[in-house]
């Protein structure tokens, strides 16, 4: 049930979905890998539509080469930690959601505890090791991965449901090599949003997601595109197992 302030609150997006949609949000449980570029604006848009519990990791301390992109963190957070900063700005945006802010590194021993019961993940890394374990995880776990990448002002997204569409391996099968890359913070603020608007569909069950679709954004010349994405049958992580996707919606 929302409360009087909750109503008051949403009354805009329950225009738009209704009072059942945001008891859906309300109850739903978000993963997000990363309190960087991407997790920045991804957490803060999902906080004040009133996703009821988000989960956000991260291990770094905020550096003044941050804050072009970052805006979770701002000029007096140099130096604390990302998760310390993360969560004090999203639990000031909405009090009434519950944030839970891990400080450690995501890796193979901790992946799917970290995660635990939450309904989907997004990733907003900005290395292939760690996204290649999250796919694992939300395969495993049978629960949605939504994929997003920058790089300067060109960005990417998709959204994967383990055993309907490929998976990050099947789209990505081999890293690129890890480096220090160019952002210009609109662009992982743009495909924030992207990823954070195919979050809410899923939750609330609306819409057509990104499924099988890679979607692109080249910002210099202002254009969007999508290539069709398949399923690799010999794909090492979900090669050969057709299962069928919870629809627990
Ligand atoms: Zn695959």
Redesign the pocket.
């Known amino acids: 049930m929302l409360s009087e302030r909750e109503q008051e609150r949403y009354k805009r997006q329950i225009m738009s979905f209704g009072q059942e949609g945001q008891e859906r949000l309300k109850k739903a449980h978000v993963f997000i890998a990363g309190a960087g570029g991407l997790g920045s604006p991804i957490s803060l848009y999902l906080a004040v539509a009133g996703v009821g519990r988000i989960t956000i990791v991260d291990m770094d301390v905020v550096d003044q080469s941050n804050l072009n992109r970052q805006i979770l963190h701002f000029d007096r957070d140099i130096g604390r930690k990302k998760t310390a900063s993360a969560e004090e700005k999203l639990r000031e945006i909405n009090p009434d959601i519950m944030v839970n802010a891990i400080d450690v590194k995501i890796d193979e021993t901790n992946a799917a505890y970290l995660v635990g019961g939450a309904d989907g993940i997004v990733d907003a890394m900005d290395n292939y090791p760690i996204r290649y374990l999250l796919n694992d995880v939300a395969i495993a776990k049978e629960i949605p991965l939504f994929h997003g990448g920058i790089r300067g002002f060109y960005g990417q997204a998709t959204t994967i449901i383990p055993g309907k569409t ?2 990050l ?2 789209i990505f099968p081999k890293a690129p090599p890890g480096e220090v890359f160019p952002v210009v913070g609109v662009t992982p603020g743009l495909i924030g949003m992207v990823q954070a608007t195919e979050v809410l569909k899923y939750l609330l069950g609306i819409g057509d997601l990104l499924m099988g679709r890679l979607f692109i954004w080249d910002g210099m010349q202002a254009k969007a595109d999508e290539i069709c994405v398949k ?2 049958p010999g ?1 090492e ?3 050969g197992v057709v299962k069928t996707a919870r629809n627990k919606k």
């Open positions: 490929p998976c391996k099947c399923r690799n794909c992580a979900c090669g």
